[in-house]
Structure formats: C-alpha cells, structure tokens
C-alpha cells in the first residue's frame, strides 16, 4: 500500500534563490489530502551527481516520488536522461509526442529545433503523464521494487494541471484499500497562522484525523482530512472547527475570494466599479481574471495622482488639501465618484501608502484606507498594513474584496449613510 511520498524539486533556480520553490508546497498539501505522508522535500541543482543522490535516498524513503524541474530542451534539462540512467532503461523516442510537438510549432508558426525532441524521449516502459498547458509531458515509471517515480513540469501552472489531471487522480486509485479518505479546505481571512492554530486547540488530532495549514500571503487555508473515520466523524470535525472560527471563513472550497464576490454580484444583479490608488490597478486585475466578470465589472480607475482623483473621480481640493490622498474623506469621495462615473450599484476605492518611502509619524508606510459606496450609503476602513510594498498592495486587495463580499452577503455598509 503506497503510504509514504517524498518530493524532489531540481533546478539551479532553486538552491541558488532566485525562484522559490512553491510546488513542492502544493504537492504535498494535495498529497496529505489524500491521506499520503510525506517523508520528505528534497531540493538539487541541475547535476548528475547530485540528482542521482535524490532518486537513491527519494526512493529509499518514500513509496512515492514526485518530481519536477528539468523536462525541458535545453543542455541542463538532465532530468529523463539521469533517471533512465538510476533505473538501467533506454531511452525511447514516443511518435505521438513528438508529433504533438511538430503539430504545436507549426500552429505558431515557429521552427522547431531538433532538440526538442529530447522532450519526446521517456524510459523504456514509461507512462506519459500529459501536459494540457505545456510543451514537456511528464512520466510515470514503477521500479523493481514496485515503488513509483513520477516527473512532472518546473512551470508551476504546467505542474499543477499535470497533477490535478492526471497523478491525483491515479494515486487516490492505488490508496483504494486504504480505507475511506474524507477532506474539505476552508479558506480563512483576518487571522495569523499561529491564532488560527491557537483557537483550534480543541479540535482532537490523531493518526486519523489532520489539520494542515497552509499560509501563502495574503491567503490561509486549513485543511481538514479524516481517513476512515466515517461521515459523521467527518461532519461533526467539519462543524466544530466552523462553530470555533466561523466568522473567519470566507470559503469552504479551492475558490479565490475574487471568484466568490463575482459569483456573489451575479446573483444579486449587482454592477461593481473601483478607484485604486496605492494598489495600481491589482484589484481590478484579480476581479477581471475571473471569466465572465464583464458581466459585474464596470471600469476601474487607477487615480495615483491628486490631480486625476480630483479630473476623474470629482474628489475636491478642499479634500484633499486638509485631509490628505490619504484618507477616510478621501476614501469616501473616489468611491462616491468612481459608482457615480460608471452608474454602478457599488463603488469601492483604494488610497494608501504602500512605501518604501512617503510615510509620516500620523501616516505610517502600510496605512491604507478602504472605500465602499451604495446608494443607500458609503462607508471608509483604515488598515495598518506591515511588510514591504508587494506585501501592502496584496493586504490591501484581500482587505477590500473581503469587506465586499461581507456587504454583498447582506452586511450593512453604515449605519448612518456617511
């Protein structure tokens, strides 16, 4: 029974620092969910040596590999070469990925050069794992051992589709015998890492029953996975953890707060139109990469400057000379005036400083104050926001999707109008 898995990620990128590792994290979250321990996370550059040693001590510990990183055409793609050499298997050229990769040159109009065809060569025996969004496939191969190595795309989208598509489901099929795996993700928003496992003290952990966390800025999720405990067990765990940080639930799902406010606009028939300032368009860009949020979104406006808040918005001078770009007058004013521009049901705005510099003793770097206006209201919040300027500007795009959704689920706004 494949109980233990161990993941190995290859790559100078990787142990030199310039790219961070981030599907090693997402394999083995979707893993655990499926009731498999991780060993391990193994991390090498691109040698021989050094990838040889990971495959050795990868299998020795794990029932299961996965790998991924090095599939690719060029000289220090070694990955199918390396591990066709540890297993003594020839390399075999597959006709019908080949010519997938024949067909996809073509279709842009591009040369294809002849080395990428080392994209088509597997070991002998091999299983190809497809890739939906990518030139490299990936593989499957059982050892003598009847222990399994898999190799999967270093593109993290490319990964990510390989796994959900095609290892996922397989692994869940080889752990049939493991008994019944029940699992469901809550996202969780306005709680640290560390408070979130402080309230859950009371949740009672053992070999059946996991919680995993999962912090990725601005996002926290918790998992929670019973391995045959049954559905009750399952539904009574699920219902205690929401009865001890309910309010702190934004989903139940593997659902971005993005497509929860579209999903929640639609259903109301609401029309949505922002003002952003310190966030430079960023909301407007995760509420637009949700499909058919042209059915919601009416128009955003980056207003940075004083002089386009006041040209576009109709924020007035007076405003801003006594309160400042930065403030709740402010705030109210560009969401106002962005709702009455574009004739939307809601206006949210966004005004903040998201540093390094332009901080004051009054308005620290992170201040940042949240709009919302309807027509039977309008509302400002102020956030103290810590980290640098990329950590501010997501803060600041969770804060005020979050405050959205809560007025779209039948939150009121304000209570006297202003």
């Known amino acids: 029974m494949m109980e233990k898995a161990v993941i190995l990620s290859t790559g100078d990128e990787l142990i030199t620092g310039r790219v961070v590792d981030t599907n090693s994290a997402y394999i083995a979250d979707k893993l655990y969910g499926l009731g498999l321990e991780v060993a391990a996370v193994l991390k090498v550059g691109?040698?021989?040596?050094?990838?040889?040693?990971?495959?050795?001590?990868?299998?020795?510990?794990?029932?299961?590999?996965?790998?991924?990183?090095?599939?690719?055409?060029?000289?220090?793609?070694?990955?199918?070469?390396?591990?066709?050499?540890?297993?003594?298997?020839?390399?075999?050229?597959?006709?019908?990925?080949?010519?997938?990769?024949?067909?996809?040159?073509?279709?842009?109009?591009?040369?294809?050069?002849?080395?990428?065809?080392?994209?088509?060569?597997?070991?002998?025996?091999?299983?190809?794992?497809?890739?939906?969004?990518?030139?490299?496939?990936?593989?499957?191969?059982?050892?003598?051992?009847?222990?399994?190595?898999?190799?999967?795309?270093?593109?993290?989208?490319?990964?990510?589709?390989?796994?959900?598509?095609?290892?996922?489901?397989?692994?869940?099929?080889?752990?049939?015998?493991?008994?019944?795996?029940?699992?469901?993700?809550?996202?969780?928003?306005?709680l640290t890492e560390s408070k979130l496992g402080d309230m859950l003290k009371p949740i009672p952990i053992s070999d059946r029953v996991r919680l995993s966390y999962r912090a990725h800025y601005p996002d926290l999720t918790l998992r929670l996975v019973v391995l045959g405990g049954g559905e009750k067990r399952f539904a009574e765990l699920a219902a205690r953890i929401r009865e001890l940080i309910g309010p702190h639930i934004y989903a139940e799902a593997d659902e971005s707060l993005e497509e929860i406010v579209g999903r929640l606009l639609l259903e109301k028939r609401w029309t949505l139109a922002l003002a952003e300032s310190c966030t430079g368009g960023y909301i407007g860009h995760r509420i637009t990469r949700v499909p058919g949020s042209s059915a919601y979104f009416k128009t955003s406006a980056v207003t940075y400057s004083n002089e386009s808040k006041s040209r576009f918005l109709g924020v007035q001078g007076a405003t801003l000379k006594q309160h400042g770009a930065v403030s709740r007058e402010t705030a109210l004013a560009m969401a106002e005036g962005v709702r009455r521009q574009a004739e939307a049901d809601i206006g949210l705005s966004v005004t903040g400083i998201a540093g390094p510099a332009g901080g004051t003793p009054d308005k620290p770097v992170g201040t940042v104050w949240i709009g919302l206006a309807r027509d039977r209201g309008s509302d400002a919040r102020l956030l103290r926001l810590a980290g640098d300027r990329e950590r501010v500007i997501l803060g600041a795009s969770q804060a005020a999707?979050?405050?959205?959704?809560?007025?779209?689920?039948?939150?009121?706004?304000?209570g006297d109008g202003k």
Not at 401 to 414: A, F, K
């Open 401 to 414: 999707l979050h405050w959205l959704r809560t007025v779209l689920l039948g939150g009121q706004i304000s």
């Open 46 to 190: 691109d040698s021989r040596e050094r990838l040889l040693w990971a495959l050795r001590n990868g299998l020795e510990m794990g029932d299961l590999v996965i790998g991924t990183g090095g599939l690719g055409p060029t000289t220090d793609d070694l990955t199918t070469e390396v591990v066709g050499a540890f297993l003594g298997r020839e390399l075999r050229l597959d006709e019908g990925v080949a010519e997938s990769l024949r067909r996809r040159f073509a279709s842009r109009g591009l040369e294809m050069t002849a080395n990428n065809l080392k994209q088509a060569l597997f070991p002998q025996g091999a299983d190809i794992v497809p890739n939906p969004v990518g030139s490299a496939p990936g593989f499957r191969v059982t050892t003598g051992e009847r222990k399994h190595l898999i190799w999967l795309s270093g593109v993290p989208r490319e990964m990510e589709a390989m796994l959900k598509e095609s290892v996922l489901p397989w692994v869940a099929e080889q752990r049939k015998g493991a008994g019944e795996i029940l699992g469901c993700t809550f996202k969780i928003y306005g």
